[in-house]
């Protein structure tokens, strides 16, 4: 069982910038891809970025490319998102979850979630 929790959710300024922090227990990290999610009440669950397991693979959904910045550190159990230029439409929250690659759906999938953390942009 891999526990994830995240951290580094808050308030800010439209422009601003947040450095959201996860990490993950009870597995071996570098052998999870991990992934950025976000919500909004009423709304599905929106992917953000992904990250395999070694780091050299990442992706980001085109709502944040070039504005967020998905990273790990594999001996700190931890993976980041670094958010910058942050705009109200932002505002969500975020979760985390470690999952792998399926090579039959050709999809990832995500086996452990965080509880999230809001992130709140006001305008």
């Known amino acids: 069982q891999v526990h994830v929790v995240e951290s580094g959710g808050g308030l800010v300024q439209a422009g601003g910038s947040l450095r959201l922090s996860c990490t993950a227990s009870?597995?071996?990290?570098?052998?999870?891809?991990m992934g950025w999610f976000r919500q909004v009440p009423g709304k599905e669950r929106e992917f953000v970025a992904r990250i395999s397991g070694s780091g050299s693979l990442t992706r980001h959904a085109d709502s944040v490319k070039g504005r967020f910045t998905i990273s790990r550190d594999n001996a700190k159990n931890t993976v980041y998102l670094q958010m910058n230029s942050l705009k109200p439409e932002d505002t969500a929250v975020y979760y985390c979850?470690?999952?792998?690659?399926?090579?039959?759906?050709?999809?990832?999938?995500?086996?452990?979630w965080g509880q999230g953390t809001q992130v709140t942009v006001s305008s």
């Open positions: 009870g597995g071996t990290f570098s052998s999870y891809a």
């Open positions: 979850a470690a999952g792998r690659y399926n090579r039959i759906s050709n999809e990832y999938e995500y086996d452990y």
